[in-house]
Each structure stands twice: as structure tokens, then as C-alpha cells.
């Protein structure tokens, strides 16, 4: 007869070599759902069938817990989990109730107390991390200081940081888990280059759009050279606002010297400027109504006014008619010298209206060849906007009217909604101070009179995003695990928000950085960035990833062949995430020997065919390192 520690030893090599069908339900064994804790289900159950950690912590653990590492948890968090693994190994089919586990993880992690749905990925990490500090088998940290790389051969300086890393840090995480990749920045303008060799626990790969999104938006001059044209053009669905920039820029052949301002106009005024190129493309939707305007470069010392115009209109109440100023068309954008006085405002804004003027032939005159309004003389000026005369005619004398005359343009400082108009322009005056110094709100009142001599209705027409076709069915994006990994170590700029400071020019610049697997560890845990986040909203990607099972092969993918090592894997195991952001539900499915894969749901535990274990719920990928085949 077998003694305890002799059959552990087989369970041990059984599940090393994938091999556990002789063990019948050994390891298939539930986790009680305590309330929303599926997350937690999910990591642990991949986990407890991890090659190597499962033998650790069925053997005698206890004499490498590390009670002085101020890092970690008094080994508190390896006893739990270790217990926890021991009963899910133990014989006997019961699901296990993890409330011992539980209570640690929310005494040493509060964002995981309480029973509120969370992130799979991001408690494997907590757990990852602190079973590595409590595990720590370095009783006294070493002070190392990491050595500039000075054109030395790029293996000898990755073997030094790999080596001062091991001083400080050795446990059975860092055996199975942690691998080492290769990061390069590159200083844009003195064109310093910075190379470090850091660990990594685990791969966050994001998901490359294959599936385009078409969007029509409006442009418009802020000249007065052109009227609104609208184009259409095709980004990544899962795109950044910068790729719609892009995109606009290259439809409407716009100039070095030009930029883009893109703002949501809803109601006649703006009700959003979108400015932050790293946004999500998500964050417009297909109903939104979406006009840029093309400003000069050189235009951020100036101020940006923004005019909404307002006509005269009346309607009945209790049979009696009353007058009211009505909003329409898109509101124009220019931008001024920051001196401005009020002639500066209105010829501004009579330059913007040149392309909707009705000329005697009945013709708009949006193909006249326009200059700018210093270059103008008076007399071509009048010919073209007969209303210039009645709109500069405005002084101190006429202050204190309320109302426009039949032909009078009249100008109001606003608000972003063009709610006042009781603060009015005089056109030999500087323009007030506003609340906002960059941007100033103009309200113009037009009389009736002076509508008629331009033709307003292309500023009614402003198409939405994308008019939705309810027939349409979209097909499900797909892109593969390789795709993904290329994406991850692909060259890009550092976000304005993660500037890395130059030594050579001792300033923050927005370097490029560039990736590279150097040293791959034997169990590699691989999560798909199916949740992005911004000001705004969550989202999540539902892309169907077409992941390898039996041979994922990095060879291709690492720039650094260690000694021969494998670089082949074999899949083990999958956190699944099912449903959408505010909840969903995990779920695992787990390798468990003799080809056969399971299906860990809480308390459930089911046989599941290999060829339904890919879907486009898979979260976190989890593979053990294979022999290459002769």
C-alpha cells in the first residue's frame, strides 16, 4: 500500500506529464459560487491545474514561506491558497467552499471584499504576486543598481539584469512564471537610445481590429473659402480618435499647414469637442452628427470663436402671436488675434458666410476665389457681402439696441449654448474678456431680411455618422493569437501621458518604444485585452481570437534563442468571460489529461469536447512549455 506521500508524488508526475485519466476525478472538483466570487472560481481553478504548482503546493511548502519580506503577507495568502489546493486535489467530489481563501484575499486586497462582480485577470495578478513575495526564498534584499547598457553585447546585459532580479527575487513564481522581454526607447530628438531588460508575470496582448467602421463626417473651412463638404472615410472599428484624423485628413487633402478640430454639433451648437487622440473610436456613435473644421497650425495662440446664428421667428399662444429668436444651421469656427475688436468679429464672420451668398445670376458663390479680408479691398468686399456697409456701420450710438433692424447683423457674447444675448459686441471696441481665454461663444442675430440674400440650407444638412441599416447582419470580427502577439511588440510612440524623461536632453519627450520576448518562462499566461476604458465609457471587445491548443510556436515571436530552450507551448487552460462589462458571468475550462478538457462552472464541472473550448469568450490563456520534435 501507497503511503500519503508516495501517491502524491504520482499525482504530482501524473499531472506533469498531462497524463491524469488513471486518477479518475482527482482535481475535477467545483468551487462553491459564495456571491458574484465566479471571477475568483475561474483564476484559482487554473491555476490549481498548473504543471509544477500544483506539485508545489501539494508537497511541503510550509518550509519556504517567508514571515520577514515586509512585501509580502506573512505568508498568509500561500497558506490559503495552499489549503485551497490541497482540497480541490483531495479525493471526493464535493465542491469546496473558498470562504477561508476569500476572507484573506479581501483582508490583504480590499478591492476584492465584498461580493461585487471583478476582473479574473486582475486578481491572478494580485494572487501571482503576492504568493511570489510570500514564497520569496530571498530573506534579505540586495541593493542593486542597474547598469547603463554602453554599446555592451545585448546577452551579457540581459543576463546582468536577469541575475540582479534573481538577488532579489526566488520563488517558485519566479521558476514557472516569469519570463524577461527586451524594452528599447528611442529619444525623437537627440535620437538616445535606452535598452532595459525587464520581468514580465504574464502577457497583456492587445486585440488588432480587423473589422473596419465606416464614417461620414462633415468639413468645413474656417476661411470662408469653402462651404460644408461631407466625406467618408473607413478606420478600425476598435480605432483611436487619432486614426480618424488620420483618415479625415488624407480624404480631404488637408495641408501641412492645416489641423483638424472636430466637434458633435446636436441642436444647431456644439455640445462636444473631441480633442484627445487616444480616445475611443467607440465613443462616437453612428447617430452622432460630426463636423471638423480645418484651422491653420500656427492657430493656438489665437482665440477660438465659435458663432451659432439665431433668426427671427414667431408662434401663437392663446391666439396671440409672439416673437422669438429661433437657432439654426452649423455653427461657424475661426479663429482671431487674441486683440480683437469687435470689425474684427464681424468681418470675420461675413468672410465665412462668402460661400453661401446668393449672387443676381440666383448662384451661391462658393467657387469664388476668396483672399483674406486684410487683402480685400472695401469695394470688392461690398460686392460680394452687400450687408458688409450695414454690419460695420455699427457704433457706441446704437449700443443699447435690443433688437436688429431689416438689415442689420448683430453680435452677443454667449454662452456654450447661446442662451444670452445681453451682452453686446461694439464693433469699434475691443472684444470683452470672456470666462474661457482660448475659446469665445458669439451669438448672431440675423434679420429676416438678410437670410434671404444667402442660401443657409447646406448649414441644415448635416449627415449623421453612419445611417444604420437594421437589415445588415455584421459578420463576428476575428483575428488570430499571432496577430495579437505582433501587435503587442510592434514599434509606437509613448501616450502624451507617459512621457519618458531624456538623459541626453534632460527633458520628457514622447520616445517610441519598442518590445521584444527575450527569455520565455515555462507556464505563460497569456490575457487578451478584451476591456478598454476611457473618460467616458468601459467597453468590451467580443473579437474572436483564434488561439493555437497543441503548438504555439514563438520562435518566430523572440529575439533571443537561449541556449536551445523550447519555444513551443501547449494550451492548459482558459479563464472564460461570458456577457458584458457591468457583469457577465467566468467561467474555466481546464487540460485535464488523456485529451480530455473540462468545463469548471463554480460548483459544475462537466466534460467538454476540445473543439468547443475556443470561443470568443476566452480571457486569459494559459500554456506549459513542450520538447521541440526531432
Sequence with gaps: MKSANGKKDDLALAIANGSLCEFGSLGLTGLQNLGNTCFMNSAVQCLAHTPKLVDYFLGDYNKEINHENPLGMNGEIALAFGDLIRKLWAPGSNPVAPRLFKSKLARFAPQFSGFSQHDSQELLAFLLDGLHEDLNRVKSKPYVEAKDADNRQDEEVADEYWQNHLARNDSIIVDVCQGQYKSTLVCPICKKVSVTFDPFMYLSLPLPSTTMRTMTLTVMSTDGSAGPLPYTVTVPKSGRFSDLIQALGIACSLGIDETLLVAEVYNNRIIRFLEDPADSLSLIRDGDRLIAYRLPNNSEKDQLIVFMH?????????????????????????????????????????????????????????????????????????????????????????????????????????????????????????????GSPSRCYILVLWPEKLIERYNMQPLNMLPEVFKCSFLARKPQESVSLYKCLEAFLKEEPLGPDDMWYCPRCKEHRQASKKLDLWRLPEILVIHLKRFSYSRFTKNKLETYVDFPVDNLDLSNHIAYTNGGISTRYMLYAISNHYGSMGGGHYTAYVHHGGGRWYDFDDSYVNLISEDKIKSSAAYVLFYRRVADTV
Excluded at 439654426?328 to 488675434?337: H, N, Q
Excluded at 455699427?394 to 444675448?421: I, M, V
Design 310 to 434: 439665431q433668426r427671427s421667428d414667431e408662434h401663437y399662444i392663446h391666439g396671440k402671436v409672439t416673437p422669438f429668436w429661433k437657432a439654426f444651421g452649423i455653427p461657424f469656427v475661426a479663429t482671431v488675434r487674441n486683440n480683437a475688436s469687435g470689425s474684427d468679429i464681424g468681418r470675420t464672420y461675413l468672410e465665412l458666410l462668402r460661400p453661401f451668398f446668393i449672387s443676381e445670376n440666383g448662384s451661391n458663390e462658393s467657387n469664388t476665389s476668396v483672399t483674406s479680408a486684410g487683402e480685400e479691398n472695401a469695394e470688392a468686399e461690398d460686392a460680394v457681402n452687400p450687408c458688409a456697409d450695414i454690419v460695420m456701420s455699427l457704433d457706441d450710438n446704437q449700443k443699447g439696441t435690443q433688437s436688429p433692424s431689416d438689415a442689420e447683423l448683430q453680435f452677443y457674447l454667449t454662452d456654450e449654448k447661446g442662451t444670452h444675448n445681453d451682452n453686446k459686441i461694439v464693433m469699434n471696441e475691443r472684444l470683452p474678456e470672456t
